[in-house]
């Protein structure tokens, strides 16, 4: 590799304020791992906007290279699973958390990271499931170990236009669901139906704001795929039919759960927490070939909303964490 590289460096400045922008750095200055990739996209999810924020709780110590996901090739392994030029993804455990991220030209990680890339998929289009479709994936994968099948009614999947929304709806219709779409955002209606959604509603449907949520209500929704959390997850709990299951993967409404035990213990509802960073070895890589293959939507690119370099990351980072975006950010590293 080159002895020096391009990368999004986020650092606090001598008032203690954090800014990102684009560096050199040297192969030097890379973490210590078996597996050297160039990376050649990488995505925007919501974790890598806080990363770019000083209140943001990720970032323990600067300067720091954010990017919790990025796909390339195999530079070079102290590794025999993986060899030179062979095409790899990362998503999870520690990458642009506790150590330098995707959002550079040149990525050094564990080997027990890196997921060989699946037959039928392509880098970019790893990373436009990236680490938000994946989640999205293991929340069906849950869905389905828990009982959950197309036949037995409606699956509602809340925050629609995010990253993780969005690959679920064309997850859930890949798969034979009738899937009902919730959000915030009027001008989205097309977009939804694009991925698959038969259904699109407001999320006022859901959760109309109320200071206090009935523990039970009329049962609307066999599943659910949640990235919200909060109140809106409790009002969902409400709405969820008779042995039914949520997928939660989000906090974007809070970590607070104002709910009671009513939902589990009458109606026999299964909360199902997704944890798509430390997701064991085995399941990740089994996850990432169907959605190389049976899983693969026909609509993956529609899950694209725009492709920016390392120049527009700092804005872009902006967008997520104000809810500009509709869809996925793809980053491209490679020339």
């Keep these: 590799m080159t002895q020096s590289f391009q990368a999004l460096v986020v650092d606090q400045t001598q008032d203690g304020e954090v800014q990102a922008e684009v560096r050199s750095l040297e192969a030097s200055s890379l973490p210590a791992g078996e597996v050297l990739i160039r990376v050649a996209y990488s995505s925007i999810n919501y974790k890598d906007g806080l990363a770019a924020r000083?209140?943001?709780?990720i970032v323990k110590a600067y300067p720091f290279v954010p990017g919790i996901d990025c796909s390339g090739t195999v530079v070079s392994s102290e590794d025999s699973r993986f060899s030179?030029?062979?095409?790899?993804?990362?998503?999870?455990?520690?990458?642009?958390?506790?150590?330098?991220?995707?959002?550079?030209?040149?990525?050094?990680?564990?080997?027990?990271?890196?997921?060989?890339?699946?037959?039928?998929?392509?880098?970019?289009?790893?990373?436009?499931?990236?680490?938000?479709?994946?989640?999205?994936?293991?929340?069906?994968?849950?869905?389905?170990?828990?009982?959950?099948?197309?036949e037995q009614g409606k699956v509602l999947v809340t925050g629609a236009t995010g990253g993780v929304g969005g690959a679920a709806i064309a997850l859930l219709n890949k798969r034979g669901y009738h899937v009902v779409a919730s959000s915030g955002k009027a001008d989205a209606l097309d977009y939804l139906k694009a991925l698959g959604a038969a259904e699109v509603i407001s999320r006022e449907e859901v959760y109309d704001g109320a200071e206090s949520i009935r523990p039970l209500g009329k049962q609307l929704w066999q599943a659910a795929v949640d990235p919200v959390g909060g109140k809106p997850l409790a009002s969902l709990l409400s709405q969820i039919a008779y042995n039914g299951s949520i997928a939660v993967s989000g906090l974007t409404a809070g970590t607070k759960l104002p709910t009671t035990v009513l939902p589990f213990i009458l109606r026999g509802v299964s909360l199902l927490g997704i944890d798509s960073v430390f997701c064991p070895y085995d399941t990740r890589v089994a996850i990432w070939k169907r959605l190389g293959s049976e899983w693969k939507p026909e609509q993956?690119?529609?899950?694209?909303?725009?492709?920016?370099?390392?120049?527009?990351?700092?804005?872009?980072l902006e967008d997520i964490l104000a809810a500009r975006s509709q869809g996925r950010t793809l980053v491209r590293l490679v020339d």
Excluded: C, H
């Excluded at 790899?88 to 990458?95: D, W």
């Excluded at 959002?103 to 880098?123: C, I, K, M």
């Excluded at 694209?304 to 527009?312: M, S």
């Design 84 to 150: 030179e030029g062979q095409a790899v993804l990362v998503t999870g455990y520690g990458l642009g958390v506790s150590q330098f991220g995707g959002f550079s030209q040149y990525a050094r990680v564990p080997a027990d990271w890196v997921v060989p890339l699946p037959n039928g998929l392509t880098p970019r289009e790893a990373m436009i499931f990236g680490t938000a479709g994946f989640t999205a994936a293991l929340s069906l994968y849950r869905l389905e170990q828990n009982g959950v099948t197309p």
């Design 54 to 57: 000083k209140d943001g709780n």
């Design 300 to 316: 993956l690119e529609q899950l694209v909303e725009r492709e920016v370099g390392l120049a527009d990351l700092p804005s872009a």
